[in-house]
């Protein structure tokens, strides 16, 4: 069976950026038993831009991560960015793997990561590569493929901008998700609206703007107090502003247009 496949209710995974502690966990896990949250996302190893940041617990997040998940039967997804990521998320039963941004720029590794994989059944999810190039990301999935997995979901997290004037942290670029979608009708596809706006305030609205382009659901980051978040703190909502979002959004007729695209 598999994990992700189309249908008409969407798809909602969220979680914090990253694990900080076994109670953020607790309260997040608690908050969801009331929410169709279909899988915890939580960021064990940050990939930072630059060192000195916060870059996660690591085995210690993954323990914990496993408790939660046997406590509350949630399912849960971690980013790997290193084959012996793999073999970790594998030891601690993690349900659901991501490649990051910053990974999927590299084919290499991206190769490494599919090597790893390789027969052992986990779903996985293709970030979009910080670049706005929808043959790298496609290059990376079709790398998941040709090792035999099947279950993949794509993942609209914006691209890098140098732009002064820019309204969000990443521009969500929609003609190249949408380009993804032309060439590849068949894969899910979820947007990520905390990545695109970086700010907490908006990400309703994208997330609105995501499903009425037809995506297939959304990755929303969650923080049980945003402000003293360890990463990404500028852009995670509450459990109880992600169960209002949940409730107030519109799930229309999707229109891919022209005019939806101008960034
Ligand atoms: C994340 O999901 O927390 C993350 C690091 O995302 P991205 O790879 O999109 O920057
Ligand atoms: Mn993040």
Same mark, same amino acid.
Request: proline share 7%.
């Given at each position: 069976?598999?994990?992700?496949?189309?249908?008409?209710?969407?798809?909602?995974?969220?979680?914090?950026?990253?694990?900080? !502690?076994?109670?953020?966990?607790?309260?997040?896990?608690?908050?969801?038993?009331?929410?169709?949250?279909?899988?915890?996302?939580?960021?064990?190893?940050?990939?930072?831009?630059?060192?000195?940041?916060?870059?996660?617990?690591?085995?210690?997040?993954?323990?914990?991560?496993?408790?939660?998940?046997?406590?509350?039967?949630?399912?849960?997804?971690?980013?790997?960015?290193?084959?012996?990521?793999?073999?970790?998320?594998?030891?601690?039963?993690?349900?659901?793997?991501?490649?990051?941004?910053?990974?999927?720029?590299?084919?290499?590794?991206?190769?490494?990561?599919?090597?790893?994989?390789?027969?052992?059944?986990?779903?996985?999810?293709?970030?979009?590569?910080?670049? +706005?190039?929808?043959?790298?990301?496609?290059?990376?999935?079709?790398?998941?493929?040709?090792?035999?997995?099947?279950?993949?979901?794509?993942?609209?997290?914006?691209?890098?901008?140098?732009?002064? !004037?820019?309204?969000?942290?990443?521009?969500?670029?929609?003609?190249?998700?949408?380009?993804?979608?032309?060439?590849?009708?068949?894969?899910?596809?979820?947007?990520?609206? !905390?990545?695109?706006?970086?700010?907490?305030?908006?990400?309703?609205?994208?997330?609105?703007?995501?499903?009425?382009?037809?995506?297939?659901?959304?990755?929303?980051?969650?923080? +049980?107090?945003?402000?003293?978040?360890?990463?990404?703190?500028?852009?995670?909502?509450?459990?109880?502003?992600?169960?209002?979002?949940?409730?107030?959004?519109?799930?229309?007729?999707?229109?891919?247009?022209?005019?939806?695209?101008?960034?």
């Amino acid at each position: 069976m598999s994990f992700f496949s189309k249908s008409s209710a969407p798809i909602y995974i969220a979680g914090p950026c990253s694990v900080e !502690s076994k109670a953020q966990l607790h309260e997040i896990a608690m908050a969801f038993k009331s929410m169709p949250i279909q899988f915890m996302r939580a960021g064990v190893w940050k990939p930072r831009t630059r060192p000195g940041s916060f870059e996660g617990l690591g085995e210690q997040a993954l323990q914990w991560l496993s408790e939660i998940k046997k406590e509350f039967q949630i399912p849960i997804a971690i980013e790997v960015a290193e084959p012996a990521h793999v073999e970790l998320a594998l030891r601690y039963d993690v349900d659901v793997v991501w490649l990051g941004a910053r990974t999927v720029v590299n084919p290499f590794q991206v190769q490494r990561l599919a090597d790893a994989l390789q027969g052992v059944h986990l779903p996985v999810m293709i970030k979009n590569p910080v670049t +706005p190039d929808v043959d790298l990301w496609i290059g990376a999935i079709e790398r998941m493929e040709k090792v035999g997995i099947t279950d993949i979901a794509a993942v609209h997290r914006g691209f890098s901008t140098y732009a002064k !004037s820019a309204a969000y942290r990443n521009e969500p670029n929609w003609i190249i998700p949408i380009e993804l979608k032309r060439r590849r009708p068949e894969l899910i596809l979820i947007n990520d609206p !905390s990545h695109i706006t970086g700010q907490s305030a908006h990400v309703a609205a994208m997330a609105q703007r995501a499903m009425d382009m037809g995506f297939d659901g959304l990755m929303i980051e969650t923080h +049980p107090n945003p402000s003293s978040a360890l990463s990404d703190a500028a852009q995670q909502i509450t459990p109880a502003a992600l169960a209002v979002l949940i409730q107030e959004l519109k799930i229309r007729t999707p229109h891919l247009e022209a005019s939806n695209c101008a960034n």
